[in-house]
Each structure stands twice: as C-alpha cells, then as structure tokens.
C-alpha cells in the first residue's frame, strides 16, 4: 500500500463550480496533512496545511481532515480557470522532517 | 527575498556520465529536501538535510546517488553513471528547520539521460 493515495483521474469543473479532491494515507501516525498546487512545468507551491480533524478555510480553498479514517479532501470553491493545475496530497511522517507525496490529480477548469 | 535556486534548469548527458546538480535554499533556512518526479508522477523524497549533517538518507535509489551540504547553504546532488531511469526533474526544498511546516521548493532541474 503506497504511503499517499490520490486516485481519482483527471478533474473537469465548469468555471463557478466546487472541485473536491480526496487523499488517503497510511500511516496512522500522520501528523500535518499539506496540499500542493503545480502548474505545468512548474514547482510545487503550498496552498494549504491542516493538523487537527475537521474544516479548515482559506479563501476559495477548505481542507477537510479525518484522522480516524485517514484520509484529506481539498474543496475548491468558486473555480476559475486559473486553478487549473496538478494538486498534491502530501503527508509528514518520520517526526516531520520528510514529505510523502501523493500521485496528483489534474483540475481542468472549463470556462 | 529569494527563493530556492537550482541549476542548471534543464541537464541532458549520455548514459553513463555523472551529473552534478546544485541548490541554494532560502537564507536562513537550515533544512534542505531532495525530491525525484519523473514524468506524471508524484514526488519521491531522496534526502534531507539539517544544518550540513544529512539524517535521513532513505530516499537514495542508489549507491549512484549522492548528496552533500556545505556552510549550512548550498547542497549538490551527484548521480555517477547516469541511467535511462534516472531522467526525471530533480526538486530541491528548503524550510526555516526540520519539522517547520512549510517546504518551500525551487524550479527543478530536468534531467533527461540520453
């Protein structure tokens, strides 16, 4: 079982809709939960971290958090066509001082 | 202020050469991430760095594969004879110190082997 899980395939929204991502992780010991945003061509950019169960907003974006079932969504609220990108699952095991990424999942906004 | 640097952006060598990639972390920064993403994959930890020590080496595929820190700042990573499989953009990451929150990544090196 990888470390990260993002399954879903490709993602299209019409421009104004809510995207909604989901991440599973494994190790039950996970601590702080990151979404990354990757343009095409481009490096990673954080977007978002969580630590505790429940909600967490930032603007256009929530994280969603469920230890007990281990796993993290990211909503993306409003969707323009600029959010149109790879979004990265991330999960810090190993007392924090390493990064296990998830596969991505592509977000094509329609306009 | 700047950013994580790496070079060179893009790196193409033959089979069997050793390549030598570069980064400067954010000053200040005392902890310093290697990562591998070949082509629509996620990104595969290597090694990282706290201060020049380096406690975590699991990531390496290889005994190719080598990495070191100097002055707290710049980090190379060296691949010795260079394969097929080893193509892939190279990310480096720097954060205020290990376990802070935030990885902050540079532009990648792309290495494509020929």
């Known amino acids: 079982q990888k470390e990260v899980e993002q399954n879903s395939g490709p993602l299209s929204v019409p421009e104004g809709a809510i995207a909604s991502l989901n991440c599973t992780y494994s190790d039950r010991g996970s601590q702080s939960f990151f979404w990354y945003r990757q343009y095409s061509g481009k490096s990673p950019e954080l977007i978002m971290f969580i630590y505790s169960n429940g909600d967490k907003e930032d603007g256009r974006f929530t994280a969603q958090l469920n230890k007990a079932s281990q796993y993290v969504s990211l909503l993306i609220r409003d969707s323009q066509p600029s959010d149109s990108a790879t979004y990265l699952c991330a999960v810090s095991s190993h007392g924090n001082n390493r990064l296990a990424f998830g596969k991505g999942n592509q977000v094509v906004v329609i306009p | 202020g700047a950013g994580v640097s790496q070079s060179p952006s893009n790196k193409v060598t033959e089979k069997g050469k050793d390549v030598e990639l570069r980064c400067d972390p954010i000053?200040?920064?005392?902890?310093l991430y290697w990562y591998r993403q070949r082509l629509g994959q996620g990104l595969e930890f290597l090694i990282y760095f706290q201060g020049n020590s380096a406690p975590d080496k699991s990531g390496l595929p290889s005994d190719r594969f080598s990495a070191e820190r100097t002055g707290e700042s710049v980090s190379t990573l060296t691949i010795q004879r260079t394969q097929q499989e080893d193509s892939a953009v190279y990310l480096c990451?720097?954060?205020?110190?290990?376990?802070?929150?935030?990885?902050?990544f540079g532009p990648g090196t792309r290495l494509t082997v020929l």
């Open positions: 000053s200040g920064h005392t902890a």
């Open positions: 990451a720097s954060s205020p110190r290990a376990g802070a929150d935030t990885q902050y």
